[in-house]
């Protein structure tokens, strides 16, 4: 075997592990996952906003008829944050605090364009930071989507 040879076997050895724990739920994900698949276009009117960095829009299922694969977590839609030009994020509606500590489905609001405040726990989630709480009780952020743009005007939104 030569020199090239076990290196190819160590370097796959040792990535194995690393890609099978990157599989893994994360411990701070507790809203239970459904199935998430849609796409919205920018030039929609509805959307007309995500064209400006710091700006967010609601989605479920009854937005442009996309079903229940932009509802989120018990219907309670999802968040779309436009982060710059061309980077977007995607969250769930769902408080993760009062899903997990109260056993309660209830649906984040957004203020001032990039906070999402529970009005049950009052937990803020910042949008700009992967959703992680910025102020009060709430201890993981939001669930997040996979928010993919075209770099034309369509942004595809899935958790798969």
């Not at 199935?35 to 400006?52: E, G, T």
């Not at 930071?129 to 709430?138: D, E, M, V």
Request: with cysteine.
């Amino acid at each position: 075997m030569t020199i090239r040879s076990k290196l190819i076997v160590f370097l796959i050895t040792l990535s194995l592990p690393l890609l099978l724990m990157s599989c893994k739920k994360s411990k701070y994900d507790v809203i239970p996952t459904v199935y998430v698949s849609f796409h919205i276009s920018l030039n929609d009117p509805l959307f007309l906003n995500l064209l400006s960095p710091f700006m967010y829009a609601y989605v479920d299922s009854s937005t442009n008829n996309l079903g229940q694969t932009a509802a989120g977590y018990d219907g309670n839609g999802i968040i779309i944050f436009s982060y710059t030009d061309n980077e977007f994020y995607a969250y769930d509606r769902t408080c993760p605090y009062d899903y997990e500590v109260n056993q309660k489905s209830v649906k984040v609001n957004v203020v001032d364009d990039i906070y999402a405040v529970c009005p049950s726990c009052g937990t803020e989630y910042a949008l700009f930071a992967n959703g992680t709480p910025a102020k009060g009780i709430g201890r993981y952020p939001l669930k997040n989507y996979r928010a993919a743009f075209d770099g034309t005007t369509n942004i595809f939104v899935s958790n798969y």
